[in-house]
Structure formats: C-alpha cells, structure tokens
C-alpha cells in the first residue's frame, strides 16, 4: 500500500471536510473575540442630565459633542428619577449638576460592568475639569466586593451554555449516526429538561451560598439558569438534527464565537462595536448575562425582552427537534438493524 493510499485510508473526504469546518471555526473564534475585545471604547452610553432649566440644554449638547460620541445624553427631572432610571437599566449613568456649589454627583451603576462605571467616571472627570468644576461618584448599584470587575454574572452564564450544549452533544452522538425519532426525541427533550434544572439548580448554589459572588435571589438565578441550559441544549439539538454531526459546530459557532463575545460580560454592550453590539442580546449568553445582572444588582429589572430571547430560543428548539423526529418512523432504524442482523444469521447457519 502507497503513503497516498495510507493518507486517503486515515483521512477520509468526510473527515478532510469536517477537518476544514473546524478550521474555520478556530479562524472565527479568533476574528470574534478578538474584534469585539481588542479596543474596547464607550460609545453612545446611554445618560441622564439632571441641572437647572437654563444650564440643561447646553450641558447635553456638549456632552452630546465629545470626540467619539461615547455619551448619549438626555435631560433627566430629577435626581430621584435619575437614581430609578439607572436602576431600570434605561441608562447606565447621570451627571447631577449642583446650582450653588461647584461640585457635581455623578451617578453610576458598577454592578452593570465595573469597566463602563470607570469609564464614565473618567470622562466626566475631564469634563467637569474643563469648566473649573469638580465630581463626586456615588455608586447606586454597586458590584459586589466578591464580583471582580462584574464578572461573575457572565461566567455564570458561560458555564450554563458550556453545559446545555455538552449534554445536547452527548445525547445526540450517544447512539452514532442513528436519527432521533419521535420516541427518542421526546426522551432526549425530557432528560435535557432535568439536566437543565439540575445545572440552574446547582449554578445558583455554587454562585451564591458557596463563593458568595453574586447576590440576588437564589431562585431567580436558578430559573435563569435552568432556561439557559435548556435553551442551548435544545438549539443544539434541532441543529444535529437537521445537519447531523455539523449542527454541534453550529451550536459552538452561535454561541461561543458570536455569543460570548458579544455578551456584555468582559465589557458592556456601549463598549463594544457596533457588530457585537447588535448582536448580543439576541444570543443566548448576551440574554443571560444580562438577566443574571439584573437579578444580583437592579431588583430584577428589564428582564422581560432576554427572558423572551431566552424563551424564543428553548421554544424554537425543541419544536424543530420534535418536528424534524417526525420524518423517521419509529423502530426504523432498529428494524433495519434486526433484518440485518437475521440475514447474517440464516448465512450463518446455511
């Protein structure tokens, strides 16, 4: 046998594919995160100008005119409104203009990003300089002392995806390249359902009573969790199941190459281009991490769109792996299997 007869022999043309699919899903991973992370800037941060009628107009319009465009600003009534917006997550910080002295609040939210709050911070730090004023920061959502940097709540999230689309691989390469059919489709959605309970469950103990990273309620965390999981599982189910053994690379390429990065979790969404921005909270760990964030820091605000995300998602894919289970009859596979198996058995015995 020739070297080229040894190669074709130990690298099949489906493997030679699979092989390249895999390529360009490491050229993607690199071009995702690295795009999204390596120049981080806040652009368009959405925020609130609380000063005297005469002042308002004009302080917006110069914030509105700084080089970059990293603020969004608008007019705010009141300090009080101001303080209920951030916790609403409709804007990620304020500046209070104090009309008698000259020193300033600027009001920020770290439990929504520790690197955003810095950043607003330095901005309005300068600002404020330039007109012979001063600012003081109070923190109105503040990151736990044990969630460095915010962090928490995005590697919560990443560890319950890592674990929907795993249990989702394993179910369905359990049985080879055997099609799922209804009955065993149905089963596989029940078991992706416990698991997915079983890791919200065990998520929300290790983030919480165990380390103490994040506060908030237990089983809000669990909830999210439990959809998380179950979401990722069943998407990746559908995949496999209308493309085979791609769909689990589909299932990586969605949501960790275009979900992780555009997550919100090392930098906040207004610090990410536009692209990732865009994409994120349409993306199952983006939907995620937002929501984790809301249940440790904002009381459970703004949650309704990413648990429709989240929702959207599970839905979705548990209807397409039902439904694509509809076009295998149940026992074909295994009747196949038993005629061949007879067959082998009466050559046998003649």
Request: hydrophobic share 50%.
């Amino acid at each position: 046998m020739t070297f080229v007869d040894e190669v074709k022999n130990a690298v099949t043309p489906r493997a030679a594919l699979l092989v390249i699919g895999v390529l360009g899903l490491q050229l993607l991973f690199i071009a995702s995160y690295v795009g999204a992370l390596h120049k981080p800037k806040p652009t368009d941060v959405a925020f609130g100008v609380v000063a005297p009628r005469q002042l308002s107009q004009q302080l917006v319009d110069r914030l509105d005119g700084l080089p970059g465009g990293p603020l969004d600003p608008r007019t705010v009534s009141s300090a009080a409104e101001a303080r209920e917006q951030i916790m609403n997550r409709d804007i990620d910080g304020a500046l209070i203009v104090s009309p008698e002295g000259r020193t300033d609040t600027l009001l920020v939210a770290s439990g929504g990003g520790t690197v955003l709050s810095g950043a607003l911070e330095r901005i309005l730090t300068q600002v404020e300089a330039s007109q012979q004023r001063t600012v003081r920061t109070v923190d109105v959502a503040p990151a736990s002392p044990d969630d460095f940097d915010g962090l928490s709540s995005f590697y919560l999230v990443v560890g319950w995806c890592v674990g929907g689309y795993l249990c989702a691989s394993i179910l369905a390469i359990s049985a080879g390249s055997k099609p799922a059919n209804r009955q065993r489709a149905a089963i596989r959605t029940a078991v992706m359902a416990l698991y997915a309970i079983a890791g919200g469950i065990g998520g929300a103990i290790i983030i919480g009573p165990i380390l103490g990273a994040l506060p908030g309620s237990f089983w809000g965390l669990s909830g999210l969790g439990a959809l998380v999981v179950f979401a990722v599982g069943m998407t990746t189910l559908a995949l496999q199941a209308l493309t085979g053994i791609v769909g689990i690379g589909l299932a990586v390429l969605i949501v960790v190459i275009a979900g992780n990065p555009s997550a919100g979790g090392a930098f906040p969404l207004p610090m990410l281009p536009d692209f990732w921005r865009a994409i994120g909270p349409a993306l199952p760990p983006g939907a995620g991490t937002w929501t984790a964030r809301s249940i440790a820091y904002f009381r459970g605000n703004a949650v309704t769109g990413p648990l429709l995300v989240l929702s959207a998602w599970a839905v979705a894919g548990t209807a397409l792996t039902l439904l694509l289970s509809m076009r295998h009859r149940p026992g074909r596979a295994d009747d196949s299997g038993t005629e061949t198996a007879r067959a082998a058995g009466g050559s046998t015995a003649a």
